[in-house]
């Protein structure tokens, strides 16, 4: 479980901890927005160095974040293969039946790279800088608009947020399962694959019956604490847009333009 | 004159099989005054939790009313008489909805549309009432068993109703937490007048009620103040005291015949 680095929030005091989630969360997407506009090397660099600001300021260390990547090393590289095999163009250095490698086809691999990389980058930034809950306000903030068209994002933001409130508790309630079942002569991670799935099912059970009763009372302790999906609600956490958020909206739009300059003069060349 | 009845139970019926004869309560009838502290005991299956849970609307009755503030409840009024009646379950876990403590206890606030302000002010009252304040930034897994217990009822108090029903809310506070919140309970029932009922197996804690229903098998089979309860009432149970005054009485003491509460017996006993 520890391996999984996105989705968790590694507390701190950083610029980038403090800003609005809202904003956050806005200015990584319209991040990865931007990264399909680079265009040859200078704005691939340029990109660059901006994740690896950002990454600095967030003062999480560099180790954390590449661990973030490490489970999507081989989606990356197939995907990379492919490029750099069907993309032809340039110089051929090889060629083989539909297979070419031009250096067409190695430069655009690197740049695919580089984005799928800045991609995971940025939205570690953003998850490890911001607690979940405060994601779950944000994107509960940005999906109000739809309302007018009589999606309930009330009721999601809610959903989301009692999910995440329940991840430790299911974990916990495995662990007590498997301790209850090894108390009683299981063995676990031994014998065929069979075995081993055999030995899983006696787990899954009880958690799933266990989350099905605890679904049902926390439904019944919702209704009578007096929550109706329908009705309008206030809010107890509030979200406070600063000087500094707009600050970063307009970092992200200065960025834009520096990168359709580099375009630009890249074109020259 | 005596004040109008916050709660009036009449004729409660109910059955969970309606194909089968055996009902879970019949024909239970009492009333409740504002101010009073009314303890519900009885074995496990005499139907205690059943009648809480028809007091707060989560199931129908199958005939009978209740009449909670002068108003009937049914399926109408529930949401709005919902705003008067608290209720704290026994599992604490699985009465925690928000992410972090003041979450929790601020959700039945934002259920109702409490603005920002209010609502923060009345989170914090009611986290000091139970001792909290200091953990209102903790989450559900950071917390004991008793102070998840804690919070439900913060969560509770912070509602403001008249009537908190508590289903056997306290069994896992420490003793020493559980005469604290006892007595945060007793303070807000004298000065603002909220009347609780408190179903429980603690026979001390019974002793200290206005009134004791006492409940088997979905009948109710006597109401009254504890002192004739206990004398009446040979199978449950007794209070510390009463259980003191029986074992000396049996070992030939000329002690009183009637009941007494634990002050009653140590003036008696110094004598």
Same mark, same amino acid.
């Given at each position: ?21 809202? @904003? ?8 990865? @927005? ?66 070419? $490698? ?45 309302? $007018? ?54 787990? $899954? ?65 | ?78 949401? !709005? ?17 928000? #992410? ?40 559900? !897994? ?34 020493? !937490? *559980? ?65 003191? *005054? *029986? ?13 007494? #509460? ?10």
């Amino acid at each position: 479980m520890n391996k999984l680095i996105l989705g968790r929030y590694f507390p701190g005091e950083s610029w980038i901890h403090q800003l609005d989630p809202r @904003g956050k969360l806005v200015a990584a997407i319209y991040f990865i @927005g931007i990264l399909f506009f680079a265009e040859g090397w200078i704005g691939y660099l340029l990109l660059l160095g901006f994740t690896l600001l950002v990454m600095q300021m967030s003062g999480v260390s560099l180790k954390i974040y590449l661990r973030g990547v490490r489970p999507l090393i081989w989606l990356i590289l197939f995907t990379v293969t492919l490029q750099v095999l069907f993309t032809a163009g340039g110089t051929i250095y090889f060629d083989w039946g539909p297979f070419t $490698v031009s250096s067409y086809g190695l430069i655009n691999g690197v740049f695919i790279f580089l984005r799928f990389v800045m991609i995971i980058f940025i939205s570690t930034v953003v998850t490890l800088t911001t607690k979940p809950i405060d994601l779950t306000d944000a994107i509960h903030a940005l999906l109000r608009p739809l309302r $007018v068209v009589k999606v309930p994002v009330e009721d999601f933001a809610l959903m989301l947020s009692i999910a995440l409130r329940f991840i430790p508790n299911l974990l916990d309630e495995t662990q007590k399962v498997m301790d209850a079942q090894r108390a009683r002569g299981t063995t676990f991670g031994e014998g065929t694959l069979i075995q081993q799935m055999k030995t899983l099912v006696p787990i $899954v059970l009880p958690l799933f019956v266990g989350s099905l009763k605890r679904a049902e009372d926390m439904a019944d302790v919702m209704e009578v604490r007096g929550y109706q999906s329908d009705k309008p609600r206030s809010s107890f956490r509030q979200l406070t847009w600063t000087r500094y958020d707009t600050v970063s909206i307009i970092i992200m739009l200065l960025l834009t333009a520096m990168l359709m300059l580099v375009n630009r003069i890249g074109a020259y060349y | 004159m005596k004040p109008t009845a916050i709660l009036e139970v009449k004729d409660l019926t109910f059955r969970y099989d309606l194909r089968k004869e055996e009902k879970t309560l019949s024909a239970v009838s009492f009333s409740a005054d504002p101010g009073e502290w009314i303890a519900v005991v009885g074995d496990n299956g005499s139907g205690k939790s059943t009648l809480s849970r028809l007091l707060v609307g989560l199931i129908d009755p199958e005939h009978g009313t209740i009449k909670i503030d002068g108003c009937v409840l049914g399926e109408q009024s529930k949401w !709005s008489l919902r705003q008067q009646v608290g209720i704290v379950f026994q599992n604490p876990e699985n009465q925690f909805i928000g #992410t972090t403590v003041q979450d929790d206890v601020a959700f039945g606030l934002e259920n109702v549309n409490i603005p920002f302000q209010e609502m923060k002010e009345r989170v914090e009252a009611a986290l000091k009432l139970v001792d909290m304040l200091e953990l209102r930034d903790k989450d559900p !897994s950071q917390l004991s068993g008793g102070q998840k217990q804690r919070v439900a009822i913060a969560g509770i108090l912070a509602l403001q109703p008249k009537l908190i029903l508590l289903d056997e809310a306290f069994v896992m506070l420490d003793p020493q !937490s *559980r005469r604290g919140l006892f007595s945060v309970l007793q303070n807000l029932r004298k000065k603002q007048g909220i009347t609780i009922i408190s179903i429980t197996h603690d026979r001390n804690e019974a002793a200290l009620a206005d009134r004791i229903i006492v409940m088997e098998q979905g009948e109710l089979i006597q109401v009254d103040k504890p002192s004739s309860v206990f004398a009446k009432q040979e199978k449950l149970d007794a209070p510390f005291a009463e259980q003191l *005054r *029986r074992n000396l009485k049996s070992c030939g003491r000329n002690v009183p015949e009637t009941y007494m #509460t634990e002050d009653e017996l140590v003036e008696w006993l110094c004598k």
